[in-house]
């Protein structure tokens, strides 16, 4: 199976953290080049070294995604981006009374507006050229019940999978395909910074009786962005070891 990436230039934001960084790994085995960007610069940096070590091209910037101008100046720094994933994002727990408005809106700004912002400075450049392919983190909290998530990291990620179908509807004749990827509970800092017990508790729900790894959430992410998936848009893909089904 030909994934059609090497020589592609793929833009990763959220690659200093742990599905950023398998990401970018995982492409770069795939002879394509990456730019990691990250809000933390020593964190995009540390994964564009480890591209490198690993024999592989990467650079590192730091953008904050959601700053419409800071995106835009990012993708305008870069040469043509064939394929773009949006890994930035936070976590929060809790229930609606934990969340203020401000809470609430800076989640929907990092996970969704950011998310927007990136596809709005990308998808021109690519639809002018007829080709690229998108790839948004969405989430299983996004899809099915959580007991755990905060509301608005529930609603944000549930945005994820509808602006992933719009676009991918308004874009499908045009040669640029958008997906999205819900992982279940994965094994990185944003799991493994819960408190005490939660890790375990989240484990303990999923069928498979472990949490995902970053890995096996950048070869979805792989796989949908590669040639391999060439007659797949607006699909939400899940990665929960079982824990839901549709
Ligand atoms: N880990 C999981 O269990 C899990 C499950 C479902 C979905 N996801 C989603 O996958 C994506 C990656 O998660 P992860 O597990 O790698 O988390 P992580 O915390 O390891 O990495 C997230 C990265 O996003 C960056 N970031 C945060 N705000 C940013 C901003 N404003 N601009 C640019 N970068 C910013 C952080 O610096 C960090 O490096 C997120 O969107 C997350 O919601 C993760």
Aim: hydrophobic content about 50%.
């Amino acid at each position: 199976m030909d994934l059609h990436l090497a020589g592609q230039n793929v833009f990763i934001t959220g690659a200093g953290g742990g599905i950023g960084r398998e990401t970018a790994l995982s492409f770069s085995r795939e002879g394509a080049a990456v730019a990691a960007a990250d809000a933390r610069l020593a964190a995009a940096e540390a994964t564009a070294a480890a591209v490198q070590e690993a024999g592989g091209r990467a650079i590192a910037i730091a953008v904050d995604v959601t700053s419409e101008t800071g995106v835009q100046h990012a993708v305008e720094s870069l040469g043509p981006i064939d394929v773009a994933v949006n890994c930035a994002g936070v976590y929060r727990i809790g229930e609606i009374a934990d969340v203020d408005p401000a809470a609430w809106q800076q989640v929907l700004d990092i996970n969704l507006t950011g998310t927007y912002l990136v596809c709005r400075a990308i998808l021109p450049a690519m639809l002018e050229r007829g080709s690229g392919a998108i790839v948004n983190l969405a989430s299983i909290s996004g899809r099915t019940k959580s007991t755990l998530a905060a509301p608005s990291y529930v609603a944000s990620k549930a945005g994820v999978i509808g602006l992933t179908m719009a676009l991918a509807s308004q874009c499908a004749g045009r040669g640029v395909r958008i997906n999205a990827v819900a992982p279940g509970p994965i094994d990185t800092d944003m799991i493994r910074s819960l408190p005490d017990g939660l890790p375990d508790r989240l484990a303990s729900t999923i069928p498979m009786g472990r949490l995902g790894t970053a890995r096996e959430i950048a070869h979805a992410i792989v796989f949908l962005a590669s040639g391999a998936a060439s007659f797949i848009t607006g699909e939400t893909l899940n990665v929960n070891g079982g824990a839901f089904m549709v």
